[in-house]
Each structure stands twice: as C-alpha cells, then as structure tokens.
C-alpha cells in the first residue's frame, strides 16, 4: 500500500532549507529490485544522505524518521556505498553508513527505523517544541518527555501510525503575501504520526484515520496552522509568513551564520519585509523598514535619487552613503551622468538612482551591516554601513514559473498652495501701491484676464506605470538556475518624464563533483530615462517646476497664434515651453556578474575565488530647442555626454569551520581582495542648428565653429587583506574578531594602508538555567570596531593642473590651465569607531520578539574641507580634522497579535533615535556651507552642534507703524518689516548675529506595519514616519523675495502679510523686500518637516486554483502608495533634499511626490 | 594535512597573487602633474593664460563687482529687479556686509590671479627657457600681481601678501599701508621696464598698462608728484591717444584702440560680460532674437543725465526713452531711468552674455589724472585747463579757460568732468573717495553711510579661515 509519495527531488529542495525547526518525515514505498545505488552515482564523489536513505526505503520498504537537521549537509562518499552490498541486510547497510558521520538508528516496528544523532541536546529542545506545540497536551507531552528526542519519536511512532487509513485529504498550500505555492510544508494530523510534506506545486495528499478532525500545516519561516477538517476531502491553506523564526539564516561579510549566532546589528530583511509596491530600484523596497537606517527619496522622480543614512552620518566631507554589495560584489555606486552640460540646464543635484539597473523582484534578501563588527571586515568602504543583496536562486526540485503584472496610475499628491490670478491681482496691486508705484492691472485687465492660468496643472499630468515581470527557477540535483525578465515602464507626473526599464538575470550554480561548486550571477540592463530637467538653477536656466511656481498667474499659455506666450514682465521661461522644448535622454547599460568557484579542501576547510566584473555605459543626450530662451539665443544646443564606468573584482577567501568537540566550535575565513575603478567620460556639444527637428541626432548640423569637446579618466584601486574567527563556546559565548588591512591609491603617499579591526560578544542568556522559561530567546550583544571611508574622488592629496578659464586675447579666445586643488601627501582615512550593545529577545513562542541596539559611533580624523582663505587662490585644503559623534537607539519589535486558523494579525514596528554631534573641528572653526545661488549660504559646521545645522538670522517679529525704528538695530526698515534678532546687542544687524535655526536630523524614525490575514485575502499598512527634523524650502525664500516683482508667490505669504490693517501678521509686508536687511536664510522660511505617510496600502486575494492543472498559484491585488501625508511642511516633500546625497539639505523646486494606486496579477506555473 | 598548514599555504599563495604597493600608485590621467607641466615654456604660458584670466575679472561676480561696486555705493546708478537685487540694494544703501557676494567676487579673482602668477615665477628659472621667454613672461606676471594687488588694495586696504607659490604659509596677516603701496609701486614700475611698448595681443600686458595702472594707484593714494611723473612717461610713448569720437571708444569694431592702457577683454560668445544684460527691462527691444536679458536693470538718474550740455556728444550713449516690445512709448528721462548704452549689442552674442570690452585705465583717464595731480601740485595752471580741454573737444563740449577757475574749482570741475566722462566705468566710488564726498554723498541721499565704509569688508569665509587676518573697522 502506498501511503504517500515523494518525489527525490523534493527531498533534496527540503534539505536545502536551513532550519532549527525539525519535522519528522515518513516514507514508504514498494520494495524493488533494482540495484541498490544506480552505477552512474560512483561517478559522483558523494551523494546526500537523504538521497541514500530515500533509495534505502524504495529498495527495502522501510520507511525513516528523522528530525530534518539531523541530515541537513550530511554527505555519504561514494567509496562507503560500493561496500553496501545489495544483500537485504539493510541494518548492516544502515550502520556503514551512518556511523561515520556521527548518527544513530533504532528500529520501531518492523519498516520504520528512527535516525537520531549520538549526542546532540540544541536540537533536541527545538524538536520537542515544535512536536508538541499543536497537541492539547502540551505541558504534559514536556513533563512526561523531557528532551529526548528517541522518547517522543517514539511517542508519536507508537501512537498514530498503525490506525487505519479512512480518509484521505488533498489541496495545496501557499503563500499568504505571494500567492505562490510553497513546497515543502509539513502536513500533519494532529495527534498522529501520519504526515507529509507539499510538493513543488503546493500540493499535498494525506492519508488519514478518520478519527482525525484537525490537520497541522507547518513550515520553516512559516506560522504554524491548525485547520478542522470539518469532513472536507479538500483543504486549501495559506500560511502567514513567520518574521520570528528562529531558524533564519544571515548574511555576513563574505559569509553566513545563524541568526541566533550573530553577535553584530544586522538588519534583516526577507520578502515580506520589503515594501509593496511600484519599486525602481532595491533601496526603495526597504525605505523606513529597519531601525537605525534612514533612506530618504531626495528626489520624487520616477527613478530619483535616495539617500541612505546607517545610523546617522558618519562624514562631513567623504561620501555618507553604505557599501553595496550584491552576490559578494561590492559595487560602484557613485552617481551616473548629472550635468547639464552647454544646454544650459545646469547640474541636477540628483542624478538617478544607481540600483535603477537591479531588478527589486529579483531580491531575495537584504542584510543592512550597521555595527563595527559586521562592518571592519569592509574596513575602509565600512564606516557608513553596507547594505548585502542577496538574489534568488533556483532550488531542486522541478522549475517554477512565476508571472507579475501590475499597472498603476500616478498623481500629484498635494500641489504648491500658490495665489490665484484674482489673489495674484489683489496682492500686486496692493503691494504696488505700498511702495507708490500706483495700481498694475486695471479693471478691464481683470475682466480680460478671468480665473488666469493654473501653471502647477499646466506641468503636471496623470501619469501611468506598467510592470511585467517573468521568472523561471530550478534545478536538479547537481545544478539550479533562476533567470528572470523584467520590464518596468514609468511615466512621470511632470510632463516629460520618466524612466523605462528592461532587466534580465541569470544565477546559475554547478556542482563539480562532490567537492566543487561554480556558479554564476549575471544581471544586465537597459535603463531609459526621460529626466526632468529642474534641478538648482534659477531665473533663465531653472526648469519647469521652478517657473511653475513663480509664473505671472494672469498670463495665458499660448499667443493667440498658437506659439507660446513670453510675459514681457518676466525673465524665466513660460514652464511649458520648458517641457517641450528641452529633451533630456539617458540610456544606461549595466551589467553586473560574478562567477565564483569553491572548492572544499577538507569537510572543515574551503576556498573561494570571486570574479566579478561591474560594466556600465551611459549616454546622456540633451537638446534645448528654440521653444526656450537659451535654445532661441543659440538656434538649438545639443549636448551628448557619455561615461563608462567599470570595475573589476579578484578575491580569494578560505573559510575553516570545525566543532571542535561538543563544546567548542570555530570558524575562520581569511582571505584577499583586489578590486580597481575605471571611468571614462566624453562630453561635446554644439550650438546653431538650422532646425530643431534632428535633436542630437546630428552634430555636424550645427556650427561647428560654436563646439566644444571634453573628456576625462579617471582610476583608483583597492587592494585588502582581511580576516574573521568565530568562536563558539559552550553553545553560550559567542567571540568574533575581525581585520581587515585595505590600501587605497586615493591616499597619500605616506598613508596608503589603514587597518580595521573589530571584536564582538554575544551570550546567549536564553541558554542560561537561571533565565526564566518566560523568555523563548535572549542574547546580549556587544562590539567594538573601527571602520573607514575613502570616498573624496581621485587625486586629492596631489598638486595637478586642470582646464582653467578662458582667456581674451586679440578678440580671439584662447584655454588656460590652473592648479586643481593643494596637495596634501599626508592624506589618510577617515576612521569611525563604534561601540554597540544590543539585546535579542523573544517571548510567547516566539510571537513577541524584539531586537534594542545603543550605538555610539565617533569619526575621528575626519576627511574635511579645510577652508582657506580665499587669499591665498585656493578655496580648501581636504586635510583629516575633528571628531564627530553619533549616538542613538534604535529597535524593532515584531509581534503575531492574533492566529486563528482563518485569521492573523501581525505587526512589526521599528524606531530610531540619533543625535549627531560635532565634538571637534580642530582649528578650524566654523565653516558655513550650502551655498545656494543668490540665497547665500544655509548652514554650518559648527562644534557642539548638529553637522549642517541650518544657520541664519532669527526674526522675533514685524515692527509696527509707531515703532521706533531708527534707533532700532535696522534704521532703514519700515513698518511690516522683519525684525531681525540682534544677538550680539551691537544695535546692527551683521553676519555675527546669525544663529543656528535648525536641525536637519530628525530627533526619531519610525515605521509600523500591519499584516491583516483572513482566508484568502490579506490587508498590509505601512506607516512611516520622522519627527523633529527642520528643511529649508527655498522656494518660500524665492516667495519671500522674489526676484522679479511679476513673480507669482505662496498664497500664504501675500493673504497673511502685515499691512496696516493686519499687522498680528505671520509674513512681512512684501514692499521692497530687498530692503528687509537680516538675511534671506531666516526663521521664518525654515520649516518643521516631521510627517507621517501612510506610504503602502495593499490588498491581496489569493485566488483557489486546486482544481486548475496548469496553475501552481494565483493572486490578484490592488495596492496604493503615498496615499496621505500627515505634516506642517509646506512643500512637496518634507524627505525631498535638492542637493542629493548631501549632509546639507534644502527643499528647492524639489520633483513632487506621487500619490499611486496599483492593481496587479501574480500567477505561479 | 593538517588543516592549519594547508591554509597557511593557501592564503600565502593567494597573497602572492596579487602584486603589492606599487598597485596603490595614483596614474593622473586628465590632469597634469607639475613635473612634466611646468617644465616647457607651452605649460608656463598656459598657466600665465589663466593668470590672465583672472586679472581679466573673467567671472561673472569678478565683472560684477567691478562693474557695480563703484556703481551702486556712489550713487551713479540704481537698480531694481532680479535675485541680484538684494546684493545691490545693500550697496546702495551702506548695508553691505562681509558676506557680500560681489565683493568676494573680486576678492577672488584678483587673489587667483596672484596665485597663478606666484607658480609662474616661481617656475621661471629653468635653463630650457629662452631668456625672452623668461623676461618677458616675469614682466607680465609682475604686471599682473601688480595690477591685482592695487585692485584689492582700492577696495579693501592692506591685505595679506602671497609673493610665492610655496604653501608652507598659508594663514598670513595683513601687510602694513607701507609694504603694500611699496610692493604694488615696485611690481609695476619693474613690470613697466620689461614689457613692450605694444602688447603682443591686445589682452595682454604693455608697458603703457604697467604705466596706466600705477598712474592710477599713485593718484587715489594721492602721492601727486609721483603721479604727474608716471602720466608724463605714459604721454612720451607716443602710443596713446584720443579716439575721435567718444562712442568710438567703446565700439566693438574699435576694441584695443589707441586710447586703451588697460581693459578687461571679453569676446561672444565665449568669454563675455554681462552689463547690459543687467541693464535693459525685459521689454526692451533687442535688436537679435537671439538675445535676452536678465531681470535686473540699471538706472541713471535724471540729474545726471540732466546735466550734460546739449552739445555735449556722451549723452549719446544715453537712452532716454524707447518703444517697447509691445510697441508702446516707454518715457525714461523724467522717471529716473535712463539707461547707459555704452557697450552696444554685440551681433555675435547670444543670450545675455555681450563681448565688448570693459575699459580701465584709457588715454582720457590719463589726461585727467595728470590735470588732477598738476593742479594739486602747482594749483591752476594753462597745461591742466588743456588736458581737460582735450578731453571736452573730443566730447564737443565747450571749452574752459584758466581764468576762470582757483585751485579749488578747478579740482570741482575735474571731479564733474570725470563723472560725465567715465559714467558707469567703475571710476566713480574711487573719484568720490579723493574728492571726499563718498561718505558725506551716500548720507545726503539718506543713507547709513559711515566713514568705515570706504573700505570694503574682508570677506568672512576669510576672516573664518584665516586667525591672523584682521576686519576692516566697522564690519
């Protein structure tokens, strides 16, 4: 009779799963006579144990139980099966086998045999738990079988597995969050021995006695499940992810190790951790997810840049943003192609987003490095954290077939509160008459000019998304593959943008025998991008945004004859002259891979060589047409740039692993790396085009007396050393050393080799005897370590001379060369040292579990920008200065609030809080920065303080008519004018009465997540959120003093602006505000930007297709993003920063934020 | 094998693998490094091109300032408009601070120019050089630390003096009143000896710069003799003179004419300035649709414009009214707001930016400064009524006769003749200042002005930068 089947490849799929939590597994088959190892397996140096056994019960029909782990990487050589004899002495057989590799067998009845470890007490414990937690009876199961695995398996052996079979149950199980179906998830009847596990399609058949009412469904990573059969034949689960398991496995630096092993702060985010949703790139799925890591999307565009603090900012002058390394690569993340170039656009301070070119469906994992421990072995690209990738790989067993589609549509969220053409009307004329220049529009201008033009609408537009992603995955026993497509297509909500992308992925892994391993990561993509071309500029060279914002309400779009209206009044473009005369094109290919081979040396010993090769090339091509003033001034420019970026990888690490004896167990790993940057640039551009038609198309087109040619080449190398010991003791107390010795060709010739150790302890008090049953896990953690950073670009300890200005001579002109920068061979490291204590918890099976971290982080020899005097024809000298600190705390807590059998409920909660703190600057000083084109600088590096805090003046008030403004400290100001702080009592207001304003950190982040399961369908909310953070919007300070008097402005700012009538007023009087004195970075422009965003919505339905063949799994779902934002900011974006990446952030014509709905399809095949 | 043995062995190999330090090396590959560079007379005169550059007040803030600082703290001219509008609105109103934009433009250009020609003659000596080459080049970058120090020296005092390339001193004080008027005294009297009568291109340093420049710096720190010495040297060239027409002297197809000593050379559409960009209103009629302006504009006031003889031919390069975009009549003369025309619109610019040259020290300039320093010197005399006469024929002006005039009226006469001859050349804050009447001006037009305000503020990333540097009174 044959009970259930199970197919062998499913056997090896099961194996491959990582697990502390065990499940017995039952197998019986009809006995053969086939031979009992096919001959083609002595070709194979060895064969999985689980493959042997399962071949051992098809030839004896037998069937084994085992806890899982038991088997898990235990490996039977070949040479021991070929003195196997098919001689039916299967106990003979079973001996041979299973001694060498420390395992025990005991036969129950006569075909069932039980395979156990010699002596092992960790599993045991989890064994017991898992066995006993869906019985009624579990206090008297624990009391009467105290740890000993032999006894329960005995048990459960004894009492369920001799009944009669009267029912038999069939259906399939999936995914609540994917709708994919899961294979391998143990299928039990309650109380019984009688089980087995799905199959790769989800499917299950289970054989039961009738007596049976409840099935249990269980599964590493998974919540368990009891379901009543209620005389059902066919029972159709989802199981809710499990974030708490226990078994989860993390990647480290160059390695792994079991979460409950880890002993530095590792954030750890798997599938249903990552947000829902239209994601561009890999970042944007973990925004707000984990604690301690600030990722802000500085820019709203499709594809924009993000910015991401771990555990606050490390640098004032080197680069803030974490190492990436996806698959082992580190790779290059620096910005693609930003500027402007000759078509007079400018820089875009945020350039797109590097990880545009992953594909986010391919990510299986994300582990965020925050403390020194796991950080040092990256030594000097560690200090601001590093984010590892982890992509999908195909698993044994069959290949799967995964189809998404979801298409979307986007708005605006909340447009600029600008005035009205009537409000517009009303406030010039009122303030023109203030300042005696008489009345602007006349009563027939307002007739003929009406309600005027909405220039926020004319720019922006409903925009669609589209998304198609197709991946297939397997393998068998001695390869597995995933390979995907991708296609993602996003128009943006200003007119004339968006990105396009096209991804494609190979992972592809080869056994070699039975102690080698290739395998292979490839990614490739095209990514498309159609950039909005706002960015910091201002007046003639600003972009759609800007001049949307400031454009004359009262005039129309279009000339009567159908060109575009140019206010006489006004100097910036008409906005949507800007949209469609200015082309900005970016196409980047990048491909990604690296092949690695390994090689066990010993069972205990293995080697590793990574190569890895990161390749891209991008164009940017960019034309400004006569539609706009500087396109008309020069009858059309062109500008095409292009940059190829590479980068190659050569590593070698040896990895030794050895339980020394049941006490002590050690892992080493050492090893080298080599990696080495290349990039390459071309820029040219050419004016006076006899017809806009061709674009970039052709260059030659234009006069070639009016071009210009520039290239660059650029290299740097790294070449390290590095090296790791884990020591386990005693299953209690966990060490972990760490070095690693990098040299950098960006350094000095004197300091080209920094060296970063780290050390790390973990006690696992869960273990402890005196630590209450209460808790299901605790561990203590704590480290210290010192890391680096290297990213000051090229050649900035030496003296070379670049392009200089352009010189006249005989009305002709003529280049010039100029000295780059002043040497500094000194040049060294930044060094940031941490310290970290942290505890893990969980409680109630696991239901509750929390992870707190206390860091304090300090930047020592800072990489700053030492500011000269400009006297001496140098603006800095980059020198290692000061000290900075960050100290903060940060946790999460994940917690299962309710389970039923058709209802859970889960939320996941994260909170950080940080101070930065500029402990030393050296003799520096001050150094005021961020300085902002006719606004001046807006902030300060100041000891004591913040790093960036905002700086300026304070205004305590509007002086009033019968103030006594000329003995005041501002004699020229009129009533409705601000009153400037006067700090140092000096009775005048100058520089040295700038304070500091604001604090661009916030005092706390945090997110919250809500994960509603009933049935078929799920509900998950994300909130997210910052509090106590400042932002400067520029665009009030271009509303405040505008430019041009015919500038439009913030509504509020003219209906509640001081008149003699208003004087309580919040905004001054508008009347020559040039003449306010004080200056335009002031208390009155910078904002709170705390917010909280209800930033994902998503509804699943996990459609049934028990009866469909060809389909593994189906779903359909409808998810929202940015749906509402809670904020006083008065801006797009309270996250936006106009400068990018920097430390210093300003909101200036900043892209605005999407409000998105999204339905989707995901189909399993 | 022991495990421990085998690893050994293993990372030994694989460190060997990777060659060591000599992987770290920085290759420049864009740049150019000082050894290969500064070793051919090419690299030298390159990096004198850029030292040019900056004495040409090549940045739009560096031409800004020069332009705008006299322009806007004297009273010549006011503005309205334009994001640059609070920078000049605190100029006209003596509320400038050390954060001012402008004057750190100038600070910056004129000390980069030092800089450059620091590296220069401190790269001279090299028996691979001709000794023409060698002469010739010392004397231009002598002339151009010459002319940047007097520049800054006008503007803010004494300032800190780089007289070498080498870095080990960065954070240096203020020389003294004594140092610096020596120092400027020397580099352009060396200069003036070594460099050619003619330039080589017009741009470049002559003698008749060196000349022109100190003739100027020994008239605004009033040592006459001196003066009337260095502006005889200037007429004995033979090189200079009078354009006949006074439009003439600012026409694009007269540029490096006999009247110019010293100018800031510009050329569209690449290297230009933008003074009338900064000028016209945005429904000004500009003769390419090509070109545009910017949203500042610049006014004349009606009292100045007023007070020119009819027949007086410099008020041609006034515009009083025009017909705007829309067609309709503008009136200026009468509101305040004429508008300077004395650079026309280049045919070859493009957008905001114009190539005309912006004249410093001219012939007419000379003749002026002379007939100051003469009448200072000797009170009235026939040689400095003619020297003004001069400037008055060219101009169709009528012409002065000695007795009608002391010595004190005659130095009124020569301070109005300059306002009416240099109008919105960067003159007027320097004349106002040895005339005296620069504070007491600025507080009859209702200013804060104080006497501190003759200096300019060291600008405060330079005050923050360096401890030893000391403010100017006042700021």
């Given at each position: 009779m044959k009970l259930f089947s199970l197919p062998p490849q499913f056997f090896l799929l099961a194996m491959l799963v990582l697990s502390l939590f065990s499940y017995p597994v039952w197998s019986q088959t009809v006995a053969s006579?086939?031979?009992?190892?096919?001959?083609?397996?002595?070709?194979?140096q060895t064969q999985d144990l689980a493959t042997v056994l399962f071949t051992l019960s098809e030839k004896f029909g037998v069937e084994f139980n085992y806890d899982k782990e038991t088997l898990f990487h235990k490996k039977v050589k070949n040479q021991l099966l070929r003195e196997v004899?098919?001689?039916?002495d299967l106990e003979k057989a079973l001996e041979h086998i299973l001694s060498p590799l420390g395992l025990n067998y005991k036969k129950f009845e006569d075909n069932s045999y039980a395979i156990y470890p010699r002596t092992e007490t960790r599993e045991v414990k989890k064994v017991e738990r898992e066995v006993t937690?869906?019985?009624?009876?579990q206090g008297e199961e624990e009391e009467s079988y105290p740890g000993d695995l032999l006894t329960s398996l005995e048990k459960l052996t004894n009492t369920g597995y001799t009944r009669l079979v009267e029912q038999t149950i069939t259906g399939k199980v999936a995914d609540s969050e994917s709708g994919e179906p899961l294979p391998g998830v143990n299928v039990l009847g309650k109380g019984t021995t009688a089980g087995t596990v799905t199959d790769v399609e989800g499917n299950y058949r289970l054989n039961l006695a009738d007596e049976v009412t409840t099935i249990v469904f269980s599964s590493i990573g998974y919540v368990s499940q009891e379901v009543a059969?209620?005389?059902?034949?066919t029972i159709d689960v989802t199981m809710t992810p499990d974030?708490?398991?226990?078994?989860e496995v993390v990647v480290i630096g160059y390695g792994t190790v079991e979460k409950s092993d880890l002993t530095g702060a590792v954030s750890s985010l798997r599938s249903v951790d990552f947000n829902t949703g239209?994601?561009?790139?890999?970042d944007q799925m973990m925004l707000?997810?984990?604690?301690g890591v600030q990722i802000t999307?500085?820019?709203?565009?499709?594809g924009g840049g993000l910015s991401i603090r771990i555990r606050g900012a490390s640098s004032i002058n080197a680069g803030n943003e974490p190492l990436y390394v996806i698959d082992g690569f580190p790779i290059d993340n620096s910005t693609l192609l930003s500027g402007g170039g000759?078509?007079?656009?400018?820089?875009?301070?945020?350039?797109?987003?590097?990880?545009?070119?992953?594909?986010?469906?391919?990510?299986?994992s994300i582990e965020i490095l925050k403390d020194a421990s796991a950080?040092?072995?990256?030594?000097?690209?560690g200090a601001n954290g590093v984010i590892l990738v982890t992509t999908k790989k195909g698993s044994r067993g069959g290949v799967a077939i995964n189809y998404d589609f979801y298409m979307g549509t986007q708005s605006v969220a909340e447009k600029m509160n600008l005035l009205t053409a009537p409000q517009y009307i009303e406030g010039i004329n009122a303030i023109s008459e203030a300042m005696g220049d008489?009345?602007?529009?006349t009563d027939a201008d307002i007739n003929r000019i009406g309600?005027?033009?909405d220039w926020q609408d004319q720019i922006y537009q409903t925009a669609p998304l589209f998304n198609h992603n197709l991946s297939a995955s397997g393998g068998d026993e001695n390869t597995t593959f995933y390979a995907s497509l991708n296609y993602f297509d996003q128009d943006g909500v200003i007119k004339n943008s968006g990105i396009k992308k096209y991804i494609g992925r190979l992972n592809l892994e080869q056994s070699i025998g039975e102690r080698a391993k290739v395998g292979i990561n490839l990614n490739t993509s095209l990514v498309k991008d159609n950039n909005n071309?706002?960015?910091?500029n201002i007046n003639e060279a600003a972009g759609p945004i800007y001049t949307a914002l400031l454009?004359?309400?009262?005039?129309?779009?279009?000339?009567e004859d159908g060109t575009f209206r140019q206010s006489p009044?006004?100097?910036?473009?008409n906005p949507l002259s800007l949209v469609e005369g200015v082309s900005s094109e970016n196409e980047t290919n990048r491909t990604i891979g690296n092949i690695f081979a390994q090689y066990d040396?010993?069972?205990?010993l293995q080697a590793k060589i990574n190569f890895g090769s990161d390749r891209q090339t991008s164009r940017r091509d960019i034309y400004n047409s006569t539609l706009t003033f500087r396109g008309e001034a020069a009858n059309g420019i062109a500008n095409i740039s292009t940059l190829e970026r590479s980068n190659v990888l050569l590593e070698y690490t040896m990895t030794y692993n050895k339980s020394l004896n049941e006490n002590h167990s050690i892992n080493l790993l050492g090893g080298v790396t080599y990696q080495y940057f290349l990039s390459r640039s071309f820029n040219g551009n050419i004016t006076t085009f006899?017809?806009?038609?061709l674009g970039t198309d052709n260059?030659?087109?234009?006069?070639?007396?009016n071009d210009n040619l520039g290239s660059n080449q650029q290299e740097n190398t790294l070449l390290s050393y590095l090296g790791r010991i884990n020591y386990d003791l005693y299953n209690k107390y966990l060490f972990t050393f760490s070095m690693r010795a990098d040299g950098s060709s960006r350094f000095g010739e004197n300091n080209k080799f920094g060296y970063f150790p780290s050390v790390a302890l973990g006690w696992k008090?869960?273990?402890?005897?005196?630590?209450?049953?209460?808790?299901d896990d605790l561990k203590l953690r704590g480290s210290w370590g010192q890391t680096g950073n290297q990213?000051?670009?090229?050649?900035?300890?030496l003296l070379t001379f670049g392009t200089g200005p352009l010189v006249v001579f005989d009305n002709q002109v003529a280049t010039s060369t100029d000295p780059s920068r002043i040497a500094n061979p000194d040049l060294k490291w930044e060094t940031t040292e941490q310290l970290n204590v942290g505890i893990d918890a969980s409680i109630i099976d696991g239901r509750i579990s929390t992870t707190l971290d206390y860091f304090v982080k300090n930047t020592k020899d800072m990489l700053i920008?030492?500011?000269?005097?400009r006297a001496t024809g140098y603006n800095f000298i980059l020198s290692n200065i000061g000290e900075m600190e960050n100290r903060g705390f940060e946790f999460l807590i994940n917690s299962t609030n309710m389970i039923t059998p058709n209802f859970t409920w889960n939320t996941s909660f994260n909170f950080s809080a940080i101070r930065n703190k500029i402990k030393d600057l050296g003799s520096v000083g001050d150094i005021v920065t961020g300085n902002i084109q006719d606004v001046g600088n807006t902030a300060i590096f100041r000891e004591?303080?913040?790093?960036?805090a905002y700086y300026g003046y304070e205004v305590i008030g509007l002086f009033q008519e019968g103030d006594n403004i000329a003995e005041?400290?501002?004699?020229?100001?009129?009533?409705g004018y601000p009153i400037f702080r006067d700090?140092?009592?000096?009775n005048a207001i100058t520089p040295?009465?700038?304070?500091?304003?604001?604090?661009?950190?916030?005092d706390f982040t945090y997110g919250i997540q809500n994960s509603f399961s009933y049935k078929n369908f799920q509900v998950d909310i994300f909130f997210q959120g910052q509090s106590g953070a400042d932002l400067l919007n520029i665009n009030m300070i271009e509303s405040m003093?505008?430019?041009?008097?015919?500038r439009n402005r913030l509504a509020e700012q003219i209906l509640d602006r001081w008149t003699p009538q208003n004087t309580?007023?919040?905004?001054?009087?508008?009347?020559?505000?040039?003449?306010?004195?004080?200056?335009?970075?002031?208390?009155?422009v910078l904002q709170d930007a705390s917010y909280l965003r209800l930033r994902t919505l998503r509804l699943n339905y996990n459609i049934?297709?028990?009866?469909?063949?060809?389909?593994r799994s189906a779903n359909v779902y409808v998810t929202g993003q940015n749906l509402f934002t809670w904020t006083n900011?008065?801006?797009?974006?309270?996250?936006?920063?106009?400068?990018?990446?920097?430390?210093v952030r300003v909101d200036y014509s900043s892209y605005p934020l999407a409000r998105t709905w999204m339905i989707g399809v995901n189909i399993g095949l | 094998m022991n495990p421990y043995i085998l690893y050994f062995i293993l990372i030994t190999f694989a460190a060997s693998l990777f060659s060591c330090e000599d992987t770290l090396e920085e290759r420049v590959f864009s740049e150019l490094t000082p050894?290969?560079?500064?070793?051919t007379e090419n690299g030298i005169q390159s990096l004198l091109n850029s030292a040019y550059a900056n004495a040409h007040l090549h940045s739009f803030d560096g031409h800004v300032a020069y332009h705008y600082l006299p322009a806007m703290t004297s009273g010549e001219a006011w503005n309205r408009g334009g994001s640059i509008e609070v920078w000049f609105t605190a100029l006209s109103d003596f509320?400038?601070?050390?954060?001012h934009r402008y004057v750190l433009g100038l600070w910056n250009d004129g000390f980069q120019a030092i800089r450059d020609a620091n590296i220069v003659l401190d790269n001279?000596?090299?028996?691979?050089?001709s000794t023409e080459f060698k002469s010739l080049v010392t004397a231009e970058a002598r002339f151009i630390r010459g002319w940047s120090y007097a520049l800054l020296y006008n503007n803010f005092g004494p300032v800190p003096l780089y007289t070498?390339?080498?870095?080990?001193?960065?954070l240096i004080p203020r020389a003294s009143e004594e140092q610096m008027r020596t120092f400027i005294e020397t580099e352009l009297t060396t200069a003036a000896a070594n460099?050619?009568?003619?330039?080589?291109?017009?741009g470049k340093a002559s003698k008749g710069s060196a000349l022109g420049v100190l003739s100027k710096h020994l008239l605004n720190t009033q040592q006459w003799q001196e003066c009337l010495n260095v502006t005889q040297q200037i007429i004995d060239l033979g090189v200079y003179g009078l354009v006949p027409e006074y439009s003439e002297v600012f026409s694009l197809e007269n540029e490096?004419?006999?009247?110019?000593?010293?100018a800031l050379p510009r050329t569209a559409p690449e290297a230009t300035q933008s003074i009338n960009a900064l000028t016209f209103p945005t429904d000004y009629p500009l003769p390419l649709p090509s070109q545009n302006v910017f949203a500042a504009r610049t006014y004349l006031f009606d009292d100045f414009v007023n007070?020119?003889?009819?027949?007086?031919?410099?008020?041609?390069?006034?515009?009083t009214e025009y017909v705007n975009k829309s067609g309709e009549p503008i009136q200026l003369l009468g509101n305040d707001q004429s508008l300077s025309l004395?650079?026309?619109?280049?045919?070859?610019?493009?957008?905001?930016?114009?190539g005309n040259d912006i004249p410093v020290v001219r012939y007419a300039d000379i003749l002026l400064s002379r007939a100051e320093a003469l009448n200072e010197v000797n009170g009235p005399t026939q040689e400095a009524i003619d020297l003004i006469n001069q400037v008055r024929a060219r101009a169709n002006a009528s012409l002065l006769s000695?007795?009608?005039?002391t010595q004190e009226s005659i130095r009124d006469q020569i301070f109005q003749e300059r306002r009416w001859e240099?109008?919105?050349?960067?003159k007027s804050r320097e004349d106002q200042i040895r005339q005296g009447t620069f504070i007491s001006g600025g507080q009859a037009r209702g200013?804060?002005?104080?006497?501190?305000?003759v200096r300019f503020a060291i600008p405060q990333l330079d005050v923050d930068a360096n401890p030893d540097i000391e403010q100017n009174d006042g700021y």
């Open positions: 006579n086939l031979p009992l190892f096919p001959t083609n397996a002595q070709q194979d004899k098919s001689n039916n937690n869906p019985g009624a009876t059969i209620n005389g059902r034949s974030v708490q398991s226990l078994s239209a994601n561009v790139s890999v707000g997810r984990a604690a999307q500085t820019s709203s565009e499709p000759a078509a007079g656009l400018g820089s875009n301070q945020n350039p797109r987003n590097p990880l545009n070119s992953l594909n986010p469906n391919d990510i299986e950080t040092a072995i990256y030594g000097s690209r008489g009345t602007v529009f309600n005027g033009t071309v706002d960015g910091l454009y004359d309400p009262t005039e129309p779009v279009f000339e009044n006004l100097t910036i473009n040396i010993t069972e205990d006899p017809t806009d038609a260059l030659s087109l234009g006069d070639t007396g008090l869960g273990e402890e005897e005196f630590v209450p049953e209460f808790f990213e000051i670009g090229n050649y900035a300890s920008r030492v500011p000269l005097p004591g303080d913040p790093l960036a005041s400290a501002q004699p020229n100001a009129q009533p700090v140092n009592g000096d040295a009465d700038q304070v500091i304003l604001g604090n661009p950190f916030p003093y505008p430019a041009n008097f015919r309580d007023a919040t905004w001054p009087s508008g009347v020559n505000p040039f003449a306010y004195g004080g200056g335009k970075v002031n208390s009155l049934p297709v028990g009866d469909v063949r060809f389909l900011y008065n801006g797009f974006d309270p996250e936006a920063n106009s400068f990018g990446r920097s430390n | 050894g290969t560079f500064l070793t509320a400038w601070d050390s954060n001279i000596e090299n028996e691979n050089f070498s390339s080498g870095t080990d001193s960065l460099l050619p009568d003619k330039p080589s291109a017009f490096g004419n006999i009247e110019m000593l010293w007070s020119f003889e009819a027949s007086d031919t410099r008020t041609e390069l006034i515009v004395k650079y026309e619109f280049d045919p070859n610019a493009t957008g905001a930016g114009m000695l007795g009608d005039f240099f109008y919105l050349e960067g200013k804060n002005a104080q006497p501190f305000h």
